[in-house]
Nanobody
Framework: QVQLVESGGGLVQAGESLRLSCAASGNIFSINAMGWYRQAPGKQRELVASISRVGITTYADSVKGRFTISRDNVNNMVYLQMNSLKPEDTAVYYC??????????WGKGTLVTVSS
């Protein structure tokens, strides 16, 4: 099992920044991809950004140029730097990791609220 704990969410105004962190623990061996997803009220969960073990990144079009994902393989952390936040970025943000076996693990989420 892999346990994931997100932190860093909160209430900010449009244009401000937040940095989300996700700490992985437990059976962390063979973790491959790490990523952030979000789910806004009434909407489906969607990919925000992902990063492979060797640092290859993918971003949703809506966050390109504003968000940056990074990871620390030594400390088993993944981060999401969110700049120029918009009200439409308001959502619960979830951390997900995928092991080499293909199994996914999810955190419980952290709420980001952006006021206009």
């Amino acid at each position: 099992q892999v346990q994931l704990v997100e932190s860093g969410g909160g209430l900010v105004q449009a244009g401000e920044s937040l940095r989300l962190s996700c700490a992985a623990s437990g059976n962390i061996f063979s973790i491959n991809a790490m990523g952030w997803y979000r789910q806004a009220p009434g909407k489906q969960r969607e990919l925000v950004a992902s990063i492979s073990r060797v640092g290859i990144t993918t971003y949703a079009d809506s966050v390109k140029g504003r968000f940056t994902i990074s990871r620390d393989n030594v400390n088993n952390m993944v981060y999401l730097q969110m700049n120029s936040l918009k009200p439409e970025d308001t959502a619960v943000y979830y951390c997900k990791v995928t092991r080499n076996s293909g199994r996914d693990y999810w955190g419980k989420g952290t709420l980001v609220t952006v006021s206009s």
